[in-house]
């Protein structure tokens, strides 16, 4: 087996990064380390001087790459302070120097898409909707984007602008482009259960219902033939054609579904709760891992609730009545009462199962504890997340699996 040596240097590059880059790419990783740690604290004053400085800097950097990042990330941060304006001029300046250049290049796609999302997220839809356009048409450009793969996606990127306007039309060409490349090119990819419902889903806006059934079927078929089986892939393709089912009206057929979908979920769930009861248990405190286990356990409380939803729409409140009992449970003992605003629907469905089969005093205490809740949250839920970036670490072991992958399937671009 004889390899080039560009190629030996790139994977070597690759697998002992960040230790042999240049200062000046150390620097730079350094940077965004530190300006995206100041946009998570919320310090966007801060994080617009950084960049500013960076820019200023990058601008005799012989590396293009360095600036256009830049560029996008000053403009993110003045649409975060709502320096629209700004933001505006930034990404305008960055497609005009990428329209002049004497070779067709990839820049002009970047400078059009993220104008179409800054244009999008002003609720500016005609202007959103040209420059989508305009992406869409260099992809098309084969000399630019040989393999064809950023064509697909950025249909998509598209055909969802035009569903979030229920212009499911406009967005019916675009997502059957995009699933029929991906079919092409690669027959057995994992995604495909997950965008084929997409499509479902515009022929079901459409009322084209059997064509929607077509693709919600082979959504589960494609999941269920994978070779490395994906249960929660067949979960959700199995909720998807069950939802269908219910909006049809087939509720005999929905619960079918919908079952085999929860055992899977009860299924995989205790698999995996045992694996990392053994895997933690050398080190882990005992509260620790109780904890894991119990929010584990959260996707069988979801499971539960989707069927019930179908024994209620078919007035079978005794078969309901325990699935939303025991779904509230798992969900009490995996958040507790301090999150209690995360589980109170949960609850309310419970009570309004019981105030159906005539047992009003159970179901009068569970009103009085969701009214108690939803009293001390009157905002309801609401996740929120901080992130924060550190330094790359990498083990040895690693490093070497990175140099072997580079090595032996290099990059197409």
Known sequence: MKFGSNRLLTALRLALYPALEPAAAKRFEAFTREVRNTREAGDLAGAEQLYLRAMAEARDSSDPTQLNFLRYGLAEVYQEQKKYPEAELLLRERLEESLKAAQP?????????????????????????????????????????????LLSSTALWLGRFYVERQRYRDAEPLFRRFVETREASRPSDP????????????????????????????????????????????????????????????????????????????????????????????????????????????????????????????????????????????????????????WVDSLAAHAKALHKLGRDDEAARLDERVGAIRAQYPGGYRAYARLTSRPMKRTLRGRFRIFMNALLHPSPR
């Open 105 to 149: 290049n990839t820049e002009v796609h970047a400078a059009h898409m993220h104008l179409a999302r800054f244009y999008q997220e002003q609720g500016k839809l005609a202007q959103a909707e040209e420059h989508y356009k305009s992406a869409l048409a260099e992809t098309e450009k084969p000399g630019v984007w040989p393999d064809r793969e």
């Open 191 to 342: 995604s495909l259960p997950h965008y084929l419902p997409e499509l479902a889903k515009i022929y079901e806006a459409l009322e084209e219902y059997a064509a929607a059934e077509e693709l919600y079927r082979r959504a589960l078929k494609i999941a269920e033939e994978l070779d490395e089986p994906k249960d929660f892939l067949i979960v959700r393709a199995l909720d998807e054609l069950a939802q269908f089912c219910q909006s049809r009206g087939r509720y005999s057929e929905a619960e079918d579904h919908s079952r085999r979908s929860l055992s899977l979920v009860e299924e995989k769930i205790q698999a995996q709760t045992i694996a990392d009861i053994k895997r933690h248990s050398r080190w882990s405190k005992n509260s620790d891992a109780d904890a894991r286990v119990k929010r584990a356990r959260i996707p069988i409380s979801e499971a539960l609730d989707r069927l019930a939803v179908i024994y209620e729409l078919r007035e079978k409140y005794a078969e309901s009545e325990p699935l939303r009992r025991r779904s509230i449970e798992i969900k009490e003992q995996a958040w507790g009462e301090a999150n209690a605003r995360i």
